[in-house]
């Protein structure tokens, strides 16, 4: 089987979806790896280091998609809508692609890669079970947000995260109040905790609280019914507005009390939902930071805007978008493990399976034979489960 590893096309991405290292796995069961030139360069993998891995440099794009039998990359089609499309003519029938793809909201996309015949596999659906843990990207990727939001807070924020004793008196440390308790979530508490802020968090998942709690934070407690708030695979399930109206109300004082809030409430293919108003943004104290790592999906506070830095009533509001990006060798070096692992488990006789009776298969499998086959992929589009399709 022929591996193609095409160079990333996404703005800003800096990422590649398999490091040097990984080849050795994929040449020792008698794959070859061809990646396009400089796919590593941004992330700190330069094309010597994947020859003398033995993979091979392909001297263009067309030649790592003409010769891939599947094609590995972190932003496919669905994540990459504009730069994605022009791959699409140099892919053919029968060839697999692995790749963030956002097929929930990519409708066009989708449809476009089911057209060329491509059996496409979303990295964002991969389920959350045991057997899956090792392929898992989201909470790989989630776990770099939650941890460069922090940083990018402590650089704004006009004061230091740690109590200190000095000559001048004694600094009192930082409030930071992380609201979802998620990978994310969970990485930025921790790494709070260890620059020495002093950290609240609060997650409409009751059982998270003692995570939360181990980390060293205080669980900041709602008195909410929220007994239907996550999904069977681990994820938050959106609630309704009458909910998030009195969560707000609630979380007020909270947030008017903290120099740093940062938000990481997102529910797959869907909106983000606002938990932070404007108000509440008014009765921060001047000089506060609000880090939403939900901007890519409108934002969980109402004055986010994905990608910029927004000053109102002197708090900054923070809506980075892509952070993995930011740290690429690391980000990539995760990512690679991951994708490593689910396109191995997928191979069998030097083939991809795209048979149902496994479930990591059946939940990450999008498109195949010309169609959407995925359950809730279908769903999200209105069409007609595959089933009576098919009939």
């Known amino acids: 089987m022929k591996i193609g590893v095409p160079k990333e096309t996404f703005p ?113 659906l991969m389920p959350r079970m045991t057997r899956a843990q090792s392929m898992d990207s989201l909470s790989s990727m989630a776990t770099i947000a939650g941890y460069k939001a922090v940083l990018i807070a402590a650089v704004e924020l006009p004061r230091m995260f740690p109590m200190m004793m000095t000559a001048a008196g004694t600094l009192a440390p930082a409030h ?52 239907d708030a996550e999904d069977k695979g681990g994820y938050a399930k959106a609630q309704d507005e009458s909910f998030y109206r009195r969560q707000r109300e609630m979380m007020t004082k909270v947030v008017a009390g903290s120099d740093v809030v940062i938000t990481t409430a997102a529910v797959p293919g869907k909106k983000a939902p606002v938990l932070i ?27 986010t805007k994905a990608g910029e830095r927004v000053v109102a009533h002197g708090v900054t509001i923070l809506g980075p978008t892509n952070l993995p990006s930011t740290v690429p060798y690391h980000a990539s070096q995760m990512y690679s493990k991951n994708i490593t692992t689910f396109l191995t488990h997928l191979v069998k006789d030097g083939k991809i399976q795209t048979g149902a009776d496994d479930e990591i298969v059946r939940e990450t499998l999008v498109t195949c034979g010309g169609q959407i086959v995925h359950a809730r992929v279908r769903e999200a589009f209105g069409l007609e489960p595959a089933a009576a399709a098919r009939a």
């Open 176 to 227: 930071v109040f992380v609201v979802g308790a998620g990978v994310a979530g969970l990485q930025a508490i921790a790494s709070a905790r260890r620059m020495g802020a002093k950290v609240e968090a609060y997650d409409v998942r009751p059982a998270v609280k003692d995570q939360i709690q181990s980390l060293g934070a205080k669980f900041v407690e709602l008195p909410l019914d929220a007994a």
């Open 12 to 124: 800003g991405e800096h990422r590649v979806a398999i490091v040097p290292s990984a080849l050795p796995l994929f040449i020792k069961a008698g794959h070859e790896v061809i990646v396009e030139s400089g796919a590593g360069t941004a992330a700190g993998f330069p094309d010597g280091e994947y020859t003398a891995k033995g993979g091979r440099i392909a001297g263009s794009r067309t030649e790592v998609f003409a010769e891939g039998d599947v094609i590995l990359q972190v932003r496919g089609l669905g994540a990459n809508p504009d730069a994605g499309r022009s791959d699409l003519s140099h892919m053919k029938p029968g060839q697999s692609l692995i790749a963030l793809l956002e097929p929930l909201t990519a409708k066009d996309e989708m449809n476009a890669l089911a057209g060329r015949g491509v059996s496409a596999f979303s990295m964002e």
């Open 277 to 303: 108003t404007a108000d509440m943004v008014k009765g921060m104290q001047p000089g506060s930071v609000i880090v939403d790592l939900a901007a890519e999906r409108g934002g969980n506070c109402e004055l």
